[in-house]
């Protein structure tokens, strides 16, 4: 009987859990739960007799595939790997797996809920701004960023986006207007929301220079991961341009410095928020065990991202 594991020290919904128990049980696998663990030995300890694992964005590094003797696949149930080592998996010849496209509209949806209470002041009494009329930059048009651009349609916004790797006639024909340039992205749009995933090419790339060129009053909004933001420059630059501000649902490394510089014009969620719905956590779960049970039935690897 192949043995599943769920690894997630921020828990999925119960919803979720029950549904993939549902798809687990139905192709008679044993299924197993470590929630909320706070060391790493934990994991390394759970994985043991594990067949197959599902994520978020737990760190699955050497050492756990090194534990997990039994181990033939892995499921990121979300959109980032960044996570998990790939070339590592490989070495253990296991296969590695994401659920892309689940979680988007709930990351989406965070980004308005982000963006709201930065326009009113962070609810403080003072008078703010309407998202309503104002030009919002899409940087990265994937699963997320066109669900940034259909909401952003219903606030009435003007929409941007740029994306390296999605022509931009493919961006046209989402209505949405495509930027030649990430610096005309920055340089155009009251607004940025970053999309992009953290690869080697875009850790640190939002650094002082591109921020720099935002209009009076811009707001960068990240929902992607902290790793592509330059911490150090994009502090400094935000302590010289008082008119910014900064919203992220992925806390800083240097999150007491920005919080105690940018009063009133900085925010970071306590917990990555983006995918925590009980909708994204039963889409992206119950997609996870079933893309365990395709594979191990009739290997399928259709969501295959160790290649
Ligand atoms: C993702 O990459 O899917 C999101 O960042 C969600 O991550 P989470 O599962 O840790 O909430």
Known sequence: MSKVLIATEKPFSKVAVDGIKAVTDAAGYELSLLEKYTEKSQLLEAVAD???????????DAEVFDAAKQLKIVVRAGAGYDNIDLA????????????????????????????????????????????K??????????????NVARVAKGFDMNVKAYDAFCPADVIEA????????????????????????ATPETKQSINAALMGKMKKGGILVNTARKEVINEPEL?????ERTDLKYLTDIKPE?????????EGRYFATPKKMG?????????????????????????????????
Do not use: W
């Open 50 to 60: 594990a067949d197959a694992l599902i994520i978020r964005s737990d760190k699955v």
């Open 88 to 131: 590592s998996a490989t070495a253990h010849n296991v296969v590695a797996m994401n659920t892309p496209g689940q979680n988007a509209n709930s990351v989406a949806e965070l980004v308005f809920g982000l963006l709201v209470f930065g326009v009113r002041n962070f609810f403080n009494g003072t008078s703010g701004t309407e998202l």
């Open 133 to 146: 009329g104002k030009t919002l930059g899409i940087l990265a048009f994937g699963n997320v960023g066109r």
């Open 174 to 197: 989402a209505g949405v207007t495509a930027a030649k340039s990430q610096d005309e992205l920055f340089e155009t749009c009251d607004i940025v929301s970053l999309h992009i995933p």
């Open 235 to 239: 502090l400094q630059l935000l302590q």
């Open 254 to 262: 240097m999150d007491a410095e920005y919080a105690q510089a940018l």
């Open 275 to 307: 995918a925590q719905t009980a909708e994204a956590n039963v889409n992206a779960g119950i997609a996870a065990a079933n893309q365990i049970v395709d594979f191990l039935e009739k290997g399928i690897t259709k969501f295959q991202v160790n290649k």
